[in-house]
């Protein structure tokens, strides 16, 4: 998901009350929620960041020790204001082991929402490479952003008028994960149903939409190269007709583009061939590669 909403949801989780267990407690759940894309420094080398990112960032391994760097670095700010008699008057004692915690449960829900979209996550990573893709919600859910965001709104003006400022954003958790749940469903029967009335429907995958939630531009395909999206075809040929271990050799950001696609297939562009993902048929930057010549034949 976007970093707003990434955000967002730590910030929630903190009105929950989980801020009150130590000083620090929000950046902590905030900053944690964003930590894992600290591999987005990659995207300066373009299209081989494709098989660079949502990988040992987001993996195990960074879900243990990205919150101990966070806590670690939080405890030493409460420290070195103390020492400068800068520390706020107002500020909860602070408690490493709570800071770490806290980042720990921030840093793991980066994950969970990453994995809600059809864009992939590589979970297991560095012990696996496999993607792992929920198809449940667009990177950016506007009714992500109002309802999180209102829900923050309101407790934060509770909180300052002495009211029950936890039960807003507690309310606001349960009705994100029903949503979440009932996206879940749509994807579901969705899926169901194109492999049920689609001939040859051997791979299908619910694109999501960033406002009408409820809808999905399905993909199908016989896993070959050759795609339908919304009714109409996308890919010239199969890609065994092209010397893709050729292509990959010659270039390494077809390496790069074919770990990471989901969807992979090819057209021709005058004298050229194109390589491109189904889920991104709009042609965006970063998101179709020129093949080296002379890979897929004449």
Partial sequence: MDNLTHSLFGAVLGQTG???KTGLGMPALIIGANLPDVDATCVTLGTVSLAMRRGITHGPIAWVLLP??????????D???QKR????????PVHFTWLYALAFIGCLSHPFLDWLNSYGIRFLEPFSSRWFYGDILFIIDIWLWLGLGFALWFSRRREKTGGHWQRPAQVALVATFLY?????????????AARQNVAGANVVIP???PVTSWQRVMITG???????VDGKSYGDVPLSQCDLDAAR???PEVEAFLFWSRAPYVWRQGENWILGDARFVDGRAGFMLPLPPGVCGP
Avoid: E, F
């Avoid at 966070?70 to 030493?76: D, I, Q, R, S, T």
């Avoid at 016989?222 to 339908?228: K, M, Q, S, T």
């Fill in 249 to 251: 050799a010659a270039d």
């Fill in 85 to 92: 008699g800068k520390r706020p008057a107002d500020r909860l």
């Fill in 79 to 81: 420290r070195w204001q």
């Fill in 18 to 20: 989980l801020k009150r």
């Fill in 207 to 209: 694109n999501l939409l």
């Fill in 180 to 192: 979440i749940g009932i996206n879940a469903a749509i994807s579901h029967l969705q899926v169901a």
């Fill in 222 to 228: 016989a896993g070959d190269g050759l795609w339908v």
């Fill in 68 to 77: 101990l760097v966070l806590a670690a670095l939080l405890y030493g700010y």
